[in-house]
């Protein structure tokens, strides 16, 4: 992914991103891969921009500087935990632990494009959620 693909702008003294080019999401400087689209200010079109809505504060809408996955592997929150029973019909795992009694998606090549992925510079993994409790 090259840098040239979105704009970042000053907008009271803040770098905002301003446009984006790409289909994937980007990794957002709080951390998060992209999981939302946000309005840009007014002067700047209304433009549907990436966004996160776990953190919603001034981060989620700035990209980070994106770094080489490449080896990577991300776990879901929810690894070796047991799913509960009473929404085990909402198990809604597409990484493979789908009908497991508990979640084994412990090492899946990371990806922006993980549900909720979240990229961890300091751990030895990044976290995604795998659907194994469903999406309510
Ligand atoms: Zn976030
Ligand atoms: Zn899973
Ligand atoms: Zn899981």
Redesign the pocket.
């Known amino acids: 992914m090259s840098e040239k693909e979105y704009i970042i702008k000053e907008i009271d003294g803040e770098l905002k991103v301003i446009e984006w080019k790409e289909k994937n999401p980007p990794l957002m400087q709080c951390g998060h891969a992209a999981n939302a689209l946000w309005q840009s200010p007014k002067e700047f079109g209304n433009k549907d921009i990436w966004s996160c809505v776990i953190c919603d504060g001034k981060e989620s809408h700035v990209i980070a500087k994106q770094p080489d996955l490449e080896g990577r592997t991300a776990r879901?929150?929810?690894?070796g935990k047991k799913k509960p029973r009473r929404r085990y019909a909402n198990d809604e795992?597409n990484y493979g632990?789908r009908g497991k009694l508990i979640?084994q998606?412990g090492a899946i090549k990371s990806s922006f494009e993980l549900p909720f992925f979240e990229y961890r510079p300091n751990e030895p993994q990044d976290e995604f959620?795998?659907?194994?409790?469903g999406w309510d």
Do not use: D, E, K, V
């Not at 879901?76 to 690894?79: A, I, K, R």
């Not at 959620?129 to 409790?133: I, S, T």
């Open positions: 879901c929150t929810y690894f795992c632990c979640c998606c959620y795998c659907g194994c409790f």
